[in-house]
């Protein structure tokens, strides 16, 4: 059964720190991996997507690698600002349509 | 981009009745589309699969009588929540899969049921 898991669960930054969120998953046999956005009391909005045959993707500031062999993915954001705070998803595609999420990490930048 | 809708954003209800949520493609036919719940600073948690024009597909573990899902339209699936108790109250957040292409998911804002 895939279960991922971020750490940190919680991360406290002043502004304009580089930071690395942390996303893994116990089995590689991913078709995607893709990193969202979530405010508070709000829905979803995706950041990144990276195929299982990528090894990164970026976006402006974030940045987004996969090693999937080592069930490991992470999210680099450059540059944090107040607007970044936000809790951070990682969620893995299995087979033809099914996504597991992880746990996610709170991010708060402050000014 | 492709927009996913939820109506309503936020309801509240007695113990007991049921509520129904909507999830409509604002300009994409989905042929596929999600349901997800969200339990407080936990993650999301796949509830169903739904298909156009045939009945959905339950995760283990999840009511198929409690939690009915309607998938009538390429545009519009609703999700019906019913004899709802204080544990049902959560965050349901739907995606919908453009066409057959289901890489990317586009998410709605969410529904806030809180149940008294």
């Known amino acids: 059964k895939q279960e991922v898991t971020q750490i940190p669960a919680a991360l406290s930054v002043p502004e304009g720190e580089n930071l690395v969120l942390n996303c893994s998953f116990t089995d590689s046999a991913i078709y995607n991996l893709q990193w969202f956005r979530q405010d508070p009391g709000k829905g979803l909005t995706s950041l990144l997507l990276i195929q299982s045959s990528q090894r990164e993707q970026t976006s402006g500031r974030l940045n987004a690698s996969l090693d999937k062999s080592s069930g490991r993915s992470t999210l680099y954001i450059a540059a944090s600002q107040p607007g970044d705070s936000a809790t951070y998803l990682c969620a893995v595609r299995e087979g033809t349509y099914k996504y597991i999420f992880g746990t996610g990490t709170r991010l708060k930048v402050l000014a | 981009g492709a927009v996913v809708s939820q109506h309503p954003s936020r309801v509240i209800c007695k113990s007991g009745t049921s509520v129904k949520i909507e999830c409509r493609s604002l300009d994409f036919q989905a042929t596929t589309m999600f349901w997800y719940r969200q339990f407080p600073k936990k993650s999301l948690m796949l509830m169903a699969t739904?298909?156009?024009?045939?009945?959905?597909?339950?995760e283990q573990g999840v009511e198929k009588d409690k939690f009915l899902i309607n998938h009538a339209s390429l545009t519009l699936s609703t999700l019906t929540v019913t004899s709802a108790h204080p544990e049902d109250s959560s965050f349901y957040i739907c995606?919908?899969?453009?066409?057959?292409?289901?890489?990317?998911?586009?998410f709605g804002p969410g529904t806030r049921l809180t149940v008294l």
């Open positions: 739904s298909n156009e024009g045939s009945k959905a597909t339950y």
């Open positions: 995606s919908a899969g453009q066409g057959k292409n289901t890489d990317t998911q586009y």
